[in-house]
């Protein structure tokens, strides 16, 4: 941009300058600060007169020198001598605060016109029509160019939209100050980066648009606040969203045990070491496919059940509830499509029927708790006297498990079936009161059968005689889990047996006699490549009546699966007088002797009358 050329005459108009110094001095004060007043000066005489014009107008003309050479009037860029970077809003004098329109820069001191030499006083243009303090002075709402110096007659480069204020670069409208890199849109202002527009100080990468917080790896969409691995998963992570606890299954490898033991080939006994591994918590931990199994660390042992505050069913046969049948109250509850736990509560009574609990097809499974208010369990009793070989009839065909032929089989005959993962049953009796024939082993009557994982079943007694407690899977390589606390379980031929994992805490394990003598208590047919079966902790084994006649338990050669099978641990228990003391192992159901090497049945620190010497 071209500028008018500069004029510098001090003689024009020097002989009003005792009038216009008067003027000046009343206006800003100067005279009165330098202790002078014009009027005070003594007249002077012709010669004197003379020598001093002389010397003013030498004065005059080196303030104007001097005012040339610092406005550098012939230069279209802001040098730093003639209003650049310090002197009229260049650089750092446009919105800077001290030297352009700052406090003092403009018009103020001598680094901006402020004293005669630069436009601050008379010379250049130092009032404020002229470049002074408002009008034109570079003030920062102008940031004027270097080669107007600020004179009001061109208004400031930036006062007419100069290139700084427009977002100019720095060789145009002054240096990073003047709205160069940083001032006037710098990267993170506008959401760039630090190349385009500025440095840290203005809104750098970092302060606003840079990479750490509005969009940065970290900040919010960072690796690991909002999608990060573990935070919210959002990669999948292992254990928040998809991990193991929260919503089934960790990448945690599955567990295993290593049995090692003492004792007898006959009775094993596990080592402390290896007793460790066989715990509550380890059986319970994990279910799924064997190969792939997920762990999930479920463990309903520290926190047994309790009663709801209020039942959403309840069961009353004589018309005093929601519903008169124990079914009735099931299929409302898993038509109900509740999205949380749905609780029944059953009336003292004896319901004679069968139950399935069992979700239409393509329905959603419900978690259901059926429940007596009682602690004493036998006030609530279901039951039904179906049996294997029984004939089938429209009224004794269980709605779970429906029969293929003309006659029941052992599944088919259970009085009570539980295909719904999750259920829960507390304080109450279920029994099959089937009349089978004395001393027989062939005839199967289940109370219970179970193939769902996570089962919980507390202060719950099962009567029968063979087979009186079934948990199976789907198939031999399905693991599914069962906790049993403080229950009691009767019978006399493998009346607790299956391929579920199985946990039983507390219980009363009670061999009757009235029928069968010397039979079988444990019947597990656990898959090989399994390491848990059956557990038995803290609990009381026993029968009846008889000594050293009643046996803990054989391996039940599912033909479905692969033999060896089964799997069993009785630890910290109460074995009494009845159970075989030389041999309480007795071959499996296909003849196999059994041994401590091929076979996987172990106890531990057991005591009582039948616990190992």
Avoid at 447 to 457: G, I, K
Wanted: charged letters at 10%; one cysteine or more; proline letters at 5%.
């Amino acid at each position: 941009m071209r500028h008018p050329p500069f004029s510098c005459k001090p003689w024009e108009g020097f002989q009003t300058f005792p009038r216009r110094g008067a003027a000046q001095g009343a206006a800003e004060g100067r005279g009165e600060r330098a202790g002078w007043r014009v009027s005070q000066v003594p007249a002077l005489r012709h010669g004197e007169a003379g020598r001093l014009r002389t010397r003013l107008c030498g004065l005059a003309l080196g303030g104007l020198l001097l005012a040339t050479a610092l406005c550098g009037c012939s230069s279209s860029s802001p040098a730093r001598g003639t209003g650049g970077n310090s002197a009229s809003g260049g650089g750092s004098g446009t919105g800077g605060a001290a030297q352009t329109g700052g406090a003092t820069g403009n018009g103020g001191s001598s680094s901006s016109g402020g004293a005669s030499g630069s436009g601050g006083a008379i010379a250049s243009g130092g009032t404020s029509s002229s470049g002074g303090t408002k009008a034109s002075g570079g003030v920062t709402s102008t940031a004027g160019g270097a080669p107007s110096g600020g004179v009001t007659s061109v208004g400031g480069a930036s006062a007419t939209g100069g290139t700084v204020a427009t977002g100019g670069s720095a060789p145009s409208g002054g240096t990073t100050s003047s709205g160069g890199n940083s001032s006037s849109g710098g990267a993170t202002a506008t959401g760039g980066s630090a190349k385009t527009g500025g440095a840290t100080g203005t809104g750098g990468s970092t302060a606003t648009g840079g990479s750490v917080q509005t969009g940065g790896s970290s900040g919010t969409g960072g690796a690991t606040a909002t999608g990060g691995a573990s935070a919210t998963g959002g990669t999948g992570g292992p254990i928040a969203t998809g991990g193991a606890t929260s919503t089934g299954g960790s990448t945690q490898p599955p567990v295993t045990c290593t049995p090692a033991y003492t004792g007898t080939d006959t009775r094993p006994q596990l080592t402390d070491a290896a007793a460790a591994c066989y715990t509550i918590k380890n059986y319970l931990a994990q279910a799924g496919t064997i190969g792939s199994l997920v762990r999930d660390d479920w463990d309903p042992s520290p926190a047994p059940l309790t009663l709801p505050a209020s039942p959403t069913y309840t069961v009353a046969a004589d018309g005093s509830g929601t519903h008169t049948t124990v079914q009735a109250a099931i299929t409302a509850a898993l038509a109900s499509g509740s999205t949380s736990r749905v609780t029944i509560l059953v009336k003292p009574g004896t319901y004679r029927e069968l139950v399935c609990v069992k979700p239409a097809s393509g329905v959603t499974a419900i978690p259901v708790t059926l429940y007596g208010a009682d602690d004493d369990a036998s006030k609530v009793t279901i039951v039904y006297n179906n049996g294997s070989g029984v004939t089938v009839t429209t009224e004794n065909t269980n709605p779970c498990s429906v029969p293929s032929g003309t006659t029941h089989g052992t599944s088919d005959s259970s009085t009570f079936m539980v295909s719904t993962r999750a259920f829960q049953a507390m304080n109450l009796t279920l029994a099959n009161d089937f009349a089978e024939p004395s001393g027989q082993s062939a005839v199967q009557a289940p109370a219970l059968t179970a193939q769902a994982d996570q089962l919980v079943f507390q202060n719950v007694r099962f009567l029968g005689n063979q087979d009186t407690l079934q948990y199976k899977t789907g198939n031999v390589t399905t693991v599914a889990r069962s906790y049993f606390k403080s229950c009691y379980i009767e019978g006399d031929v493998d009346f607790i047996f299956g391929r579920g994992t199985m946990v039983f805490d507390g219980c009363t394990i009670k061999y009757i006699t009235a029928r069968k003598s010397g039979g079988t208590i444990f019947a597990p047919s656990t898959e090989s490549s399994h390491s848990f079966g059956m557990l038995v902790i803290n609990s009381q084994i026993g029968s009846a009546s008889g000594t050293n006649s009643t046996y803990l338990g054989r391996a039940w050669d599912d033909s479905s699966g692969t033999s060896p099978n089964g799997q069993i641990v009785i630890r910290e228990s109460t074995l009494d007088a009845s159970i075989q003391s030389a041999a309480p192992w007795t071959t499996s159901t296909q003849g196999r002797a059994f041994s401590a090497s091929g076979n996987r049945m172990y106890e531990y620190k057991n005591t009582g009358a039948g616990a190992a010497p």
